[in-house]
């Protein structure tokens, strides 16, 4: 039976290099926030207990991360990620197993590399493992040292590494898997001797290693998830490599792209088979796109956008708050907001949709170019709107309607 799993993400910096009117882990990559990309890819992990510890702008990560299953440890003093996980164990009182502890500020970690972590941890019948990655450049990452023998010995931070331990390119990527009984009598043995006066996680490991217990230290074979983001370069660089990744998903499952390199994506989107997205393409947060679809190219679909099988998005075609079912054709360019697009409608090059409440478009309904509906404002089915028409509340019946 394998030991119950917890998780404790460390989410209290500020982020003071990253110069964000948030705290640095609500800071936004590709439509969701970097603590939420960490939690998605810890989540099937399925974790006992999950602990979010959050110290500048407590109160906005809480709102923030409202709805999910999660604790919240609040660190009032920034002392160290020692101490931050110190402030996370009354939240894990009674708890019996591994303790997986991981940044709030990497949103490249992924689920793959999290169990691989766990699923070599536990046949090892190891006491800890640190998850390192090999970088060209270490950057500030701190440095994994190992022994004579190949063995860790301990991870020396940037701050107070000789410039030859500056060198190492074998770092420490902040996530750490380690049994709680043994990591909370550690934590209580850490010590601030250090050139930042603080109470260090990665002291822990060497203390173990004091007390003869296993403990060693797991590659990751994707070294960009080892990539923490504290200035807005390497925010960049994230959303780079998740735009990237999700590109190549959808490509391996069978999406067609004729340039992928300008097609963009936040999180979230999921487009089916046998669609193809045009140049300059972007899908925004939560879009969910059927099969066979023609998109683009210059479409933008904004958060939360929903389109059928067989529908055709023509070139600068904006969709925001809509659904657009099956069948349906869309003719760029054209803006539609808070639109219901029918099955088999035919929606005209110019036509924009805007006011408060929904445009209702029915089903084989066609809409002349040019044409605003300003909503709220419902068109029936296989009615036919002129070009140029100008529809508000009220207006929208049969055939003919202008």
Not at 194 to 216: C, I, M, S, W
Not at 228 to 248: D, I, K, S, T, Y
Not at 267 to 286: I, N
Not at 351 to 357: A, F, I, L, N, R
Request: aromatic share 2%; charged share 25%; net charge neutral.
């Amino acid at each position: 039976m394998p030991k119950p799993l917890a998780a404790v993400v460390l989410a209290a910096g500020q982020g003071k290099r990253m110069r964000a009117p948030v705290p640095k882990v609500l800071v936004q990559a590709c439509g969701r926030s970097m603590v939420e990309w960490v939690l998605e890819a810890l989540r099937p992990l399925e974790p006992r207990t999950t602990v979010v510890v959050y110290g500048h702008g407590g109160d906005a990560v809480k709102e923030a991360l409202r709805g999910r299953d999660l604790a919240f440890a609040h660190q009032p003093e920034q002392r160290g990620t020692g101490h931050a996980v110190q402030c996370a164990l009354p939240a894990l009182k009674g708890f019996d197993g591994d303790v997986l502890v991981l940044c709030g500020d990497t949103p490249l970690l992924t689920t793959e590399v999290l169990k691989e972590l766990v699923d070599g941890h536990r046949p090892a019948k190891r006491d800890l493992t640190v998850l390192c990655a090999e970088l060209t450049d270490p950057g500030s990452a701190g440095s994994l040292l190992r022994g004579p023998g190949g063995g860790v010995r301990e991870i020396r931070e940037a701050a107070d590494a000789s410039p030859k331990e500056r060198e190492v390119r074998e770092i420490n990527t902040g996530v750490i898997l380690v049994d709680y009984g043994l990591l909370e009598v550690a934590l209580g043995r850490l010590t601030p001797d250090n050139t930042q006066g603080e109470y260090y996680l990665t002291d822990v490991p060497k203390l173990l290693l004091r007390d003869g217990k296993a403990v060693d230290a797991r590659m990751t074979r994707d070294e960009t998830s080892a990539l923490g983001v504290n200035r807005p370069q390497e925010l960049a660089e994230a959303v780079r490599v998740l735009r990237r990744r999700a590109v190549e998903r959808l490509l391996a499952e069978g999406v067609r792209m004729e340039d992928p390199g300008t097609v963009l994506m936040d999180a979230g989107v999921e487009v089916a088979p046998g669609t193809a997205l045009g140049p300059f393409v972007h899908l925004g947060r939560d879009v969910r796109v059927g099969k066979d679809c023609r998109v683009g190219p210059f479409a933008v679909l904004g958060p939360g956008v929903v389109v059928g099988d067989g529908v055709v998005l023509g070139p600068h075609v904006e969709l925001s708050g809509c659904t657009v079912d099956a069948g349906a054709t869309v003719a760029g360019p054209a803006r539609l907001h808070g639109a219901a697009v029918g099955p088999g409608a035919r929606i005209g090059p110019g036509v924009s949709t805007d006011g408060d409440g929904r445009v209702v478009i029915g089903e084989k309904a066609s809409i002349g170019a040019g044409s605003v509906l300003h909503a709220p404002v419902t068109v029936k089915e296989r009615a036919v709107v002129k070009p140029g028409s100008v529809l508000t509340q009220g207006q929208g019946g049969g055939s003919g309607t202008g």
